[in-house]
């Protein structure tokens, strides 16, 4: 099957012949070519030229270029025509790079949270449950005990709220509470109850690459190519839940970075991600002090993983990336700001 990857990016349309150049998912990126992956061969050939290549081609450029539709999260509208990003609040003893430190103090984590908001987060991603590898399960009513009380509080605030979870009872208390996005690690198949909740909330929903997402999504697999293998992995889990009822203007989609993947994957995924918005999708990204920081770094501890953290939310954004998921919230939109800042100048020209 093939597949397009933009690439050749440019400052701006303006110097550029009419159809030489297509702009990304309707944001601030512009490009002049596509790598074409097919039956194990690549090759780059003009924007232009995409037509001939046939209908699979045509079908995934629209998907590449089409604007992604806004969403709207109570009061707030979250627009994709430039990255966002999304704050990580954890409540959970055991996370790799927060756990404890919010305890068992709603006040304080809600507090948390809406310091995020303050510092230019769009939304506040909350989890009560660690997903990193060995972590222990979470039975569902400690995890609603966790979250519940966060959530009540921060829609209050007018935060808008994802919910972290694989749970389909914690979905529903985390959505009755004032939630507005699922946040699924396991894509909604950990629980079977899940895809049912979602559809009927019809809430937005983000859909996680891993490659067991019913045993927690951290085991090893053999990839040949590991970014088309999760680009038709997550293909034919749109498909799915989109029949099972959920509309796809509210689906989300994430790479699963570190999740069953080895640091060569991981690099992979990042270096071709710009492949997945063949999906037409809005695409998260979530490497915030990740563990491949750690390796390219000395062996650098979670504390030390700023610089990383902000080098690969960079290279996300120059990919069109939408939603970056991040811990160090007000350095990473700052980040943004002087990306942005380039950006608008690049496409104003001389």
Known sequence: MMHLRPVQFVDTPVTHEDGSVARLAGGMQWFAAYEVIEAGTRRTI??????????????????????????Q??????????????GILNVTPDSFSDGGRHGDDPAAAAAAGVDMAAAGAALVDLGGES??????????GDEIARVVPVVERL???????????????????????GAHI????????????????????????????????????????GYRDVAIEVFDWLEARI????????????????????FGKSLSDN??????????????????????????????????????????????????????VQILRVHD?????????VWRGMRDRALVGD
């Open 239 to 258: 498909a799915a839940v989109v029949a099972a009822g959920i509309d796809r203007s509210r689906i989300i989609v994430d790479p699963g970075i570190g």
């Open 329 to 337: 919230v007000a350095a990473t939109v700052q980040a943004l700001k």
């Open 46 to 71: 003009p924007v232009a030229d995409v037509a001939a290549l046939g209908s699979r081609a045509v079908q995934l450029h629209a998907a590449i270029t089409a604007p992604r539709p806004a969403l």
């Open 182 to 221: 699922v946040n699924d690690v396991s894509a909604l198949l950990w629980d079977d109850r899940a895809v049912e909740v979602v559809a009927r909330a019809r809430c937005p929903v983000v859909l996680m690459h891993s490659p067991d997402p019913k045993d927690g999504g951290h085991a090893r697999t």
């Open 131 to 140: 997903t990193r590898p060995g972590a222990a399960a979470v039975w569902e």
């Open 73 to 86: 999260l109570g009061a707030r509208t979250l627009r994709f025509d430039q990255p966002l990003v999304a």
């Open 155 to 177: 829609a209050r605030s007018g935060t808008p709220v994802s919910i972290d979870t694989r749970k389909a009872a914690v979905m529903e208390a985390a959505l009755a509470a």
């Open 267 to 320: 690099l992979a995924l990042i270096n071709g991600i710009a492949l997945f918005h063949g999906l037409g999708c809005p695409i998260m990204l979530g490497v915030s002090r990740k563990r491949m920081i750690g390796a390219l770094d000395n062996e650098a501890p979670v504390s030390a993983r700023l610089g990383g953290s902000l080098a690969l939310a960079l290279k996300g954004a120059e990919a069109g």
